[in-house]
């Protein structure tokens, strides 16, 4: 692929790298991950030959180098889930707050639980609610047909509700959102 | 992916307990509110395009990790010329793919015709003066007629009809984001005049053109283009748009002409299950991509095509279509094939008859993970697939069909070993190839067995060129490799002050043959033609020259 067109490929798609970088590795680390996911991208570029499939490609990049961030190949060793739980316990706050609750409890729990999933599971629930991709996408990333990715996500959710039946119970008050239908 | 969160499918909620529900619109809640509450993630995106502009401007081997090691400076002693503020080396070896590409359906049309000749001859300096177009027997010869002088900051190469190589097509662009007007032109008397082209959309939304010639019929064009303009792309079309800046839009149309380029027609394909695509023809719509050498393959009246799913909804997609009215229409000739693997590897028709061969791969083709290609035979034209054996390695990077002088299929690949797994500095790993002429072997039984070529012929201190695949074959049936010295490095080619000459063997054979004189600057494309009269054949290559301000070509012609 010529390098003239690199910039004209992956330009539509550095918002995602960011984005995924910011939600697997927290966004004072994402700087550094998502320009090394670049230039990594850069460096494969000539031997890149699918270039409907850019965007795949650049994101699988993006999260096999914060992957390798988060186990230490940079000389750094961060537990995976922490950017994530920041992320979530700030979100969950503000999420709280619109509902008119201030149930720390329950963003509390829910932070712990998501720290308790699987590696697998983890980085399903963080690319399908933080970075926004649907099953489909998600499953073209991780080489995992989509169904198998809904169904990873069910049981995400299901531990995620064991975990925290466990310790207290959910907001009553978040509780009222409940219709049951979308 | 959108910027807001992808729509809760009823696949994902249908089955949800009340109490999952909640987690689940908990998380959404908390996802949506993250995404808006973080501006510096937004802000990172902007950076990281900015960086991505920065890397296209520069040359590859001047940008490194400060993970890596420092890259070479010299080889064997001469300094790589430095233009502007940016040191060249190399380039992109798309461009060269998307050309052999023309070598490949020539050669096609040359097996017909057995005109080819061995040869030995002198070769050009380089800085040499242009000189006029009068082809000559043992040297290269500048053909100045067809000099690009125009820079430009984003086409693809010059395409020369391979069944009328006075016939050439240009595109000139600029980029998406320059907005500056693209233009096409033809000549067909070898650039004496050329015929400035209409194009199908507006001149100035044109971010990248490519045009390929069909080998059947020289005013018979294929047009790609990038647009920039939602308006001039189909909703179903359009890359996921948006994050790149405000109304950023990416979208890949394909049209057809049948007189010249005068008139455009939108190209007739199928979609792969909804998702839409183009035909993999050139470097604008295939990049280089390996499926059928990225470009139009004739057997007989039947033509076939790579196809790549270029949609709105990313879906990979590699398949394998044929046309059988002069490519105004394509079909998928790929179901027994898609219905035993993911991914077509590499695919061509066999000279004559109807047989297709193919490769497939369980996994990504020519990945680290090392997977067992399959080899596939159709005796009609893909409309059934038999599964013949397994390559001999995991990695196979260009194939080529010829035809032996009693008429058998022979075939080529380059089957490089894959001596080592390295392991990047991010802990990523990557095969290390073997780099021998013994790599490349042919197959005179359609897949079944295999054998190594020799590897005598060539100067010792010298390795065949792999970058592209090999090429050819010519009309007796021989494969032509390009062949470099060993101390450039691997990831070298452009610029290389060596340049590379061509050799070529075939079954029988006990050592390779040169066939050209080496020539400098960037070999782009090859194409090898015969003459009306079928007494001797002519080489054309196109070099491009690059510089700090734009890139233009010199096209060489030789006879055979």
């Known amino acids: ?182 | 992916m959108q910027n807001d969160f992808s729509p809760i499918g009823d696949d994902e909620t249908r089955d949800l307990s009340s109490e999952d529900r909640l987690l689940y619109d908990m998380l959404h809640d908390a996802g949506a509110a993250w995404r808006t509450g973080t501006p510096e993630v937004t802000a990172l995106g902007d950076r990281l395009a900015d960086r991505a502009r920065m890397l296209s401007a520069a040359s590859p081997s001047n940008v490194r990790s400060p993970h890596q090691q420092d890259c070479p400076t010299t080889v064997e002693g001469v300094p790589y010329q430095t233009r502007g503020s940016t040191t060249m080396t190399h380039q992109p070896y798309g461009r060269l793919r998307g050309a052999i590409a023309a070598f490949a359906a020539i050669a096609v049309v040359a097996a017909f015709t057995g005109v080819f000749m061995t040869m030995t001859r002198a070769h050009v300096s380089p800085g040499s003066s242009p000189s006029t177009a009068s082809a000559r027997k043992d040297q290269w010869v500048d053909l100045t007629r067809l000099d690009n002088a125009a820079e430009f900051g984003s086409n693809d190469l010059p395409a020369i009809a391979p069944s009328d190589p006075q016939v050439v097509y240009e595109t000139f662009a600029y980029n998406e984001q320059q907005h500056k007007a693209a233009t096409l032109r033809r000549t067909d008397d070898g650039g004496a005049t050329w015929h400035a082209l209409p194009t199908p959309v507006r001149a100035d939304e044109i971010g990248a053109a490519g045009m390929a010639a069909s080998p059947l019929d020289a005013h018979t064009v294929y047009l790609t283009l990038y647009v920039n303009s939602a308006a001039d792309c189909p909703s179903n079309r359009v890359q996921p748009p948006g994050e790149g800046g405000a109304s950023y839009v990416l979208c890949w149309l394909q049209y057809r002409s049948t007189d010249g380029g005068a008139h455009w027609a939108p190209l007739d394909l199928p979609s792969a299950n909804g998702v839409p695509g183009v035909l993999n023809l050139d470097g604008t719509s295939g990049g280089g991509a390996p499926l059928l050498n990225g470009s139009l393959h004739a057997q007989g009246s039947r033509l076939y095509a790579g196809f790549n799913c270029a949609g709105a909804q990313n879906v990979v997609c590699q398949r394998l279509v044929s046309s059988t009215d002069g490519g105004a229409h394509w079909q998928f000739v790929d179901a027994d094939l898609m219905a035993g693997a993911t991914r077509i590897c590499d695919a061509l028709p066999a000279p004559t008859g109807s047989t297709v061969l193919a490769v497939t791969s369980p996994s990504d083709c020519g990945s680290s993970k090392q997977a067992t290609l399959t080899f596939w035979r159709s005796a009609d034209a893909g409309a059934h697939w038999t599964r013949v054996g397994t390559m001999p390695t995991p990695n196979e990077i260009g194939m080529r069909t010829g035809s032996d002088a009693n008429g058998n299929t022979l075939v080529y690949a380059e089957l490089p070993r894959t001596t080592s797994l390295a392991t990047d500095k991010m802990g990523g790993k990557y095969p290390i190839y073997s780099s021998s002429l013994a790599d490349v072997e042919v197959s005179v039984d359609a897949g079944v067995t295999w054998q190594h070529a020799p590897t005598a012929g060539i100067p010792s201190g010298f390795k065949p060129d792999f970058t592209f695949g090999p090429l050819g074959p010519l009309s007796d049936g021989s494969i032509v490799v390009p062949v470099i010295p060993q101390s450039v490095p691997d990831n070298v080619t452009g610029d290389n002050p060596y340049g590379v000459t061509l050799y070529a063997w075939k079954p029988g054979d006990t050592a390779w043959r040169q066939i050209a004189p080496k020539n400098y600057g960037e070999t782009s494309a090859l194409l090898v033609t015969p003459s009306s009269d079928g007494s001797n054949s002519t080489l054309y290559l196109v070099v491009v020259n690059r510089s700090g301000s734009g890139n233009t070509f010199t096209f060489l012609e030789d006879q055979l």
């Open chain 1, 1 to 182: 692929m010529e390098h003239e067109r690199f910039a004209t490929l992956v330009i539509p798609h550095t918002a995602a790298m960011a984005r995924v970088a910011a939600a697997l590795v927290g966004a004072v680390e994402a700087e550094d991950a998502a320009q090394e996911a670049l230039l990594r991208a850069w460096r494969g570029w000539s031997a890149f030959r699918e270039p409907s499939a850019v965007r795949t490609w650049l994101l699988r990049i993006t999260i096999n180098v914060c992957h390798n961030w988060q186990v230490g190949h940079f000389g750094l060793s961060r537990r995976a889930t922490e950017p994530l739980e920041s992320a979530a316990e700030e979100a969950l706050v503000a999420v709280g707050a619109e509902l008119g609750t201030s149930d720390h409890a329950s963003v509390l729990d829910l932070r712990r639980a998501l720290t308790n999933l699987s590696d697998d599971l983890r980085l399903i629930v963080a690319l399908r609610f933080f970075v926004g991709m649907d099953a489909t996408e998600i499953g073209i990333l991780l080489d995992v047909p989509p169904a198998t990715i809904r169904t990873r996500l069910r049981r995400a959710l299901a531990l995620l509700r064991e975990a925290m039946s466990g310790e207290s119970a959910l907001s009553p008050t978040l509780s009222t959102r409940d219709g049951g239908g979308n």
